[in-house]
T-cell receptor, first 116, second 109 residues
């Protein structure tokens, strides 16, 4: 149980285009979903936290107009990277929390974005 | 400020035991997590400690001392597949995970 999927697993796009990444909890309802970004050999950096039906809370330094997050249901959250640039190339990982006793986060497999 | 410290890299021999240390300073504390991350993949959950002491789970054990802000992950009977990065993360008072940079563990035959 507690499986989280992401789609696509990798994407290559041209600079200036927008890319949408989906995160789904397959067998549980996720009260909260988290979006992380990880550059090579660096730690996961939390970008934003989203609760179903409400606006996402963005971490300091993350542009909310550039990284659009929608958490429309208890099983789906989307991250849209708008007007992507090469510096946005990274590994984007989502995680979902069930709100259990210790709020363990279950991670999706990640999406590798390369912007040319 | 919030801070997680763990060694950047460690090397161990197949079949041996290795201990990966982690010290943390976070605003509030709601538990200490260890994750394993293979290159190019997302982290996978290994352990969670919120009370002092040792939690054993097969070849992996995790220890916590809240008074010292210290945890370690102990890996026994090392296998080549254990070569990975091990991430320590502390959950703060807002239930957000504060991540360490990870310890790259290299297993040699």
């Amino acid at each position: 149980g507690a499986v989280v999927s992401q789609h696509p697993s990798w994407v290559i796009c041209k600079s200036g285009t927008s890319v949408k990444i989906e995160c789904r909890s397959l067998d549980f309802q996720a009260t909260t979903m988290f979006w992380y970004r990880q550059f090579p050999k660096q730690s996961l950096m939390l970008m934003a936290t989203s609760n179903e039906g409400s606006k996402a809370t963005y971490e300091q330094g993350v542009e909310k107009d550039k990284f659009l997050i929608n958490h429309a249901s208890l099983t789906l959250s989307t991250l849209t990277v708008t007007s992507a640039h090469p510096e946005d190339s990274s590994f984007y990982i989502c995680s979902a929390s069930t709100g259990s006793d210790y709020n363990e986060q279950f991670f999706g497999p990640g999406t590798r974005l390369t912007v040319l | 400020g919030q801070n997680i410290d763990q060694p950047t890299e460690m090397t161990a021999t197949e079949g041996a035991i290795v201990q990966i240390n982690c010290t943390y300073q976070t605003s509030g504390f709601n538990g200490l997590f260890w994750y394993q991350q293979h290159a190019g993949e997302a982290p996978t959950f290994l352990s969670y400690n919120v009370l002092d002491g040792l939690e054993e789970k097969g070849r992996f054990s995790s220890f916590l001392s809240r008074s010292k802000g210290y945890s370690y992950l102990l890996l026994k009977e090392l296998q080549m597949k254990d070569s990975a990065s091990y991430l320590c993360a502390s959950m703060d008072s807002n239930y957000q995970l504060i991540w360490g940079a990870g310890t790259k563990l290299i297993i040699k035959p």
